[in-house]
């Protein structure tokens, strides 16, 4: 066996290795490999590839100097490492190297984040077609477990919702009930953001997992993270939500009548989105749902379908307002975020804020007599049951 140390190496980012474990676990396709020159051409021809829908081509032409002389050098049958950051993450054996041209280099997956920078989605001018490996398992693992759940609950009935929860609030809350209601099993897919203004990821898979715990029945959701990808981050493109919920079981796709890229017409008094050209080939239903906010008449959340009363009267969930609260330290209001999450953000965010949490909890707060101790989540929750108190107010 030859050490993986002496083979050539081609250098890659994060948001290419986020498509590579996509590519590898079947998630975006049946396909598992790098196209070569002919299947691009054909994919990016038809939009489908094998009889199965593919709006994007595989074509791997990693950019820069260094792994253009690689990719250039390589013979068929040649094995080539793929490192990430300096260590190795996976390998590529060769089998040809071809020349991209216009026809070839449009349409590309590692092109079709349109959330992402310019300079972060740049083609090489040669590419390389073969199979590939990638070593980290974590996202096949996830996989295997969505599997085992449908399996042990018959799920089937399944819905997909793809979410970044950057915060996750109350539309969100109702989104996901809304959804339980009718489907056995509900995937949430976890996505990452390209926003620089950003909760972090794992904050937010902690604040989801910690709702679905407490207040949802568990064994009707899944949670299943896209940590290492942001194709999903900016709803631009919602062929590769639809395709990626089919491939992982899903009859059904939840989506907002505001979602980005959905391009939503109407014909005969019919809705009709881009995702129709695929419709029939996946045999997939699409729940389209309108916006909610929050009506101070109906003093509650509403849909802005059924709610009579004016915009002047809705409260909007603007994911940067309310995180504009939660940076500053400020305890958003209960309609937008339920305390208790609310504060599991707040003591994270902005951990040991307070000298003397200990001291601050027992001049505020009422306590059984005894002593207490208190953290900084302990304090924002105790906080909002004051700002909640109405005999005063």
């Given at each position: 066996m030859i050490s993986s140390r002496k083979n050539k190496t081609i250098a890659i980012s994060t948001e290419a290795f986020g498509t590579l474990e996509l590519?590898?676990?079947?998630?975006?396709?049946?396909?598992?490999?790098?196209?070569?020159?002919?299947?691009?051409?054909?994919?990016?021809?038809?939009?489908?590839?094998?009889?199965?829908?593919?709006?994007?081509?595989?074509?791997?032409?990693?950019?820069?100097?260094?792994?253009?002389?690689v990719v250039k050098s390589l013979k068929q049958g040649e094995r080539v490492n793929l490192s990430l950051k300096g260590e190795i993450i996976g390998?590529?054996?060769?089998?040809?190297?071809?020349?991209?041209?216009?026809?070839?280099?449009e349409k590309n997956i590692f092109l079709a984040n349109e959330s992402t920078s310019v300079h972060q989605m740049r083609l090489g001018e040669?590419?390389?077609?073969?199979?590939?490996?990638?070593?980290?398992?974590e996202l096949k693992k996830t996989k295997q477990r969505l599997q085992k759940v449908i399996k042990e609950t018959g799920a089937k009935r399944i819905t997909a919702l793809f979410l970044t929860a950057d915060p996750f609030n109350?539309?969100?809350?109702?989104?996901?009930?809304?959804?339980?209601?009718?489907?056995?099993?509900?995937?949430?897919?976890?996505?990452?953001?390209?926003?620089?203004?950003?909760?972090?990821?794992?904050?937010?898979?902690?604040?989801?997992?910690?709702?679905?715990?407490?207040?949802?029945?568990?064994?009707?959701?899944?949670?299943?993270?896209?940590?290492?990808?942001t194709l999903f981050s900016s709803h631009k493109n919602p062929t590769l939500e639809y395709i990626t919920a089919h491939h992982l079981g899903a009859d059904k796709l939840v989506?907002?009548?505001?979602?980005?890229?959905?391009?939503?017409?109407?014909?005969?008094?019919?809705?009709?989105?881009?995702?129709?050209?695929?419709?029939?080939?996946?045999?997939?239903?699409?729940?389209?749902?309108?916006?909610?906010?929050?009506?101070?008449k109906c003093k509650?959340?509403?849909?802005?379908?059924?709610c009579p009363h004016g915009a002047h009267h809705h409260i909007k969930y603007h994911p940067d307002t309310i995180k504009t609260l939660l940076f500053q330290g400020i305890l958003p209001p209960a309609i937008l975020i339920r305390p208790d999450i609310s504060a599991l953000i707040l003591s994270q965010i902005l951990p040991d804020r307070f000298k003397d949490i200990?001291?601050?909890?027992?001049?505020?707060?009422?306590?059984?007599?005894?002593?207490?101790?208190?953290?900084?989540?302990?304090?924002?929750?105790?906080?909002?049951?004051?700002?909640q108190t109405s005999s005063m107010t």
């Open positions: 590519i590898k676990n079947n998630i975006i396709s049946n396909f598992s490999s790098f196209m070569d020159y002919d299947q691009i051409k054909a994919t990016n021809k038809y939009g489908f590839f094998e009889s199965e829908p593919m709006p994007y081509s595989f074509g791997f032409a990693p950019f820069g100097d260094e792994n253009q002389a390998h590529v054996v060769a089998d040809k190297i071809f020349k991209l041209d216009k026809q070839t280099s040669y590419a390389l077609s073969g199979e590939f490996e990638i070593y980290d398992q109350r539309a969100h809350e109702r989104l996901v009930r809304m959804t339980i209601d009718k489907t056995d099993l509900v995937i949430v897919f976890l996505v990452r953001t390209t926003q620089d203004n950003h909760i972090n990821y794992d904050l937010r898979k902690e604040v989801l997992e910690y709702f679905n715990q407490n207040y949802l029945p568990s064994n009707r959701i899944f949670i299943f993270p896209l940590r290492n990808t989506i907002g009548q505001n979602h980005t890229g959905i391009g939503m017409f109407f014909d005969q008094n019919e809705a009709h989105t881009i995702l129709d050209k695929y419709k029939d080939a996946l045999k997939m239903d699409i729940i389209i749902l309108p916006e909610l906010v929050y009506c101070n509650t959340l509403v849909s802005t379908k059924t200990q001291k601050l909890c027992d001049d505020l707060f009422p306590n059984s007599g005894l002593l207490e101790k208190r953290s900084d989540r302990d304090f924002y929750e105790e906080l909002m049951k004051l700002y």
